[in-house]
């Protein structure tokens, strides 16, 4: 959840929490016959062969063209050029020419509530799963939650095959202080920390989440805990600076530059500026400051996580109105969110700040950072689960990254934080067969990402556009 920048927006046994941690892929999810997963399959060949495609497989190394991948059962069992793959007796051979395959994103800031114009918050119980496998978006991180338990029956529902959807990462509900929204769990002790990180590793969470006002030593509890029990911290903070966080021993930090207290002078502990926001314009991203907060964070292994497409909705002029989006909202949130977007045009932020923050992510990237990317489908409600994550490698395009580069953002590094890069988020021999298949090509044009037709998850390939059609007019209801 994002913090707004101006007013108008309104366990047991240790042993057996780490199993339960371990963040390994599921068995392969097949959908149950006559279930919601069952009825958008549109390719189920048990050997399927995609050719002719333009093939960014997530490692980051050029783009290839012309190439065949093979899928059979649930694994990619062959990639190479055209001529060079053996097609397997009994395939299903697709001709795609004239399209792009990449990897399924894997969303690593990303919700299943959403948060409409005025703050209303609604759980996603039908459209999230739908837009985020829709979009290509086949695995998420919840990144902090409004229902939790909600969030582990729909984990398990779309595991069992019943329901269309992303593989889920559960992170409990959020950690914080004293001035946080009241979804939140609010910290009065270190002891309090520790008791909310057993409670939730038994329940089955893998990840926690701090929020801006927690304190230090609140946050340094819930973090030793966790990593005693198997489970990782991540955090969108503000009392607590990038800096400090790496100290206390963060796996993961949130949002970027708008939300590091690292460049505020004169910032006392454990306060969360009220300006935060109105130093991301001033900061160099060159400068010595922001390079010992990338070194401090690369030399212990913490990624950052951007969520570009969330925070553009708050900026003056930018192109925030997608006929998609709006088509997907229920009526009235549809109404709200026009006229709060009417609203930010007039007296929004100006766009220099968030150009600083997308050259903050692009620097972290070039000197060496994890970066990965996630939507964050909170806000005023203009950025919704999976189309913001398409808007955001629109975005990286925009800050300078190839589309090689960003693709392996979207992808292969939030499988890397997740622990699951053996297994996901490149497209190559070996790997569980989750890819996407876009028409066109992606690499000559940003918005072929939106151009999504058929998403395989666990080798079975989904009707995207059926999917997303689904979710018409729902957005906000349920």
């Not at 894997?106 to 759980?123: D, E, Q, S």
């Not at 053996?422 to 066109?440: F, M, N, P, S």
Request: net charge negative; with cysteine.
């Amino acid at each position: 959840m994002i913090r707004f920048p101006f007013k108008a927006a309104a366990c047991g046994l240790a042993s057996l929490c780490m199993l339960f941690a371990t963040a390994l892929p599921a068995e392969a999810q097949r959908p149950a016959p006559g279930s919601e997963a069952a009825a958008y399959i549109a390719v189920d060949a048990g050997t399927v062969v995609l050719q002719g495609v333009t093939l960014l497989d997530g490692t980051g190394a050029p783009a290839a063209r012309d190439r065949t991948v093979v899928i059979e059962g649930n694994r990619i069992t062959a990639v190479g050029a055209a001529g060079d793959v053996a097609i397997p007796d009994g395939a299903e051979v697709m001709d795609l020419s004239g399209h792009t395959v990449m990897p399924g994103m894997v969303g690593l800031h990303n919700h299943l509530f959403y948060m409409a114009a005025g703050g209303r918050m609604h759980p996603m119980s039908y459209t999230g799963q739908r837009l985020y496998l829709g979009s290509g978006v086949t695995s998420i991180r919840t990144t902090g939650s409004l229902a939790t338990y909600a969030e582990l029956n729909l984990k398990d529902e779309i595991e069992r095959g019943l329901q269309p959807g992303p593989r889920i990462h559960i992170t409990a509900p959020y950690m914080t202080g004293d001035e946080s929204l009241n979804i939140m769990t609010r910290f009065r002790s270190p002891e309090q920390a520790r008791r909310f990180v057993r409670y939730w590793a038994a329940e089955g969470a893998t990840w926690l989440k701090a929020y801006t006002t927690i304190s230090g030593e609140d946050l340094a509890a819930a973090i030793d805990e966790a990593h005693r029990v198997g489970l990782k911290v991540t955090g969108h903070l503000c009392s607590i600076s990038f800096t400090e966080a790496v100290e206390l021993g963060i796996d993961n930090i949130e949002h970027g530059l708008g939300t590091n207290s690292d460049y505020v002078p004169g910032k006392a502990k454990d306060e969360c500026p009220a300006d935060l926001w109105d130093h991301a314009e001033a900061v160099d991203v060159e400068g010595p400051e922001v390079a010992s907060t990338f070194d401090a964070m690369i030399e212990n292994d913490v990624a950052m996580t951007s969520t570009l497409a969330v925070y553009e909705l708050f900026v003056q002029g930018r192109p925030t109105r997608d006929a998609r989006t709006l088509a997907a909202m229920a009526p009235s949130v549809r109404e709200d969110y026009l006229a709060a977007k009417a609203q930010i045009d007039e007296i929004g932020r100006p766009e220099a700040g968030f150009l600083n923050a997308m050259a903050y992510e692009k620097a972290f990237h070039d000197r060496g950072g994890i970066l990965a990317a996630g939507v964050d489908p909170t806000g005023n409600g203009g950025a919704l689960a999976g189309y913001g994550d398409q808007r955001n490698y629109e975005l990286f395009i925009e800050a300078g990254f190839s589309p090689e580069e960003a693709v392996q953002v979207l992808s292969a590094n939030g499988a890397r934080v997740l622990d699951v890069i053996d297994d996901l988020g490149t497209v190559e021999a070996g790997k569980i067969a989750d890819l996407v298949v876009l028409r066109g090509d992606l690499t000559a044009d940003p918005a072929v990402i939106r151009e999504v037709t058929i998403v395989f998850k666990d080798g079975i390939g989904y009707d995207s556009p059926a999917m997303l059609g689904d979710v018409t007019g729902r957005v906000g209801i349920n």
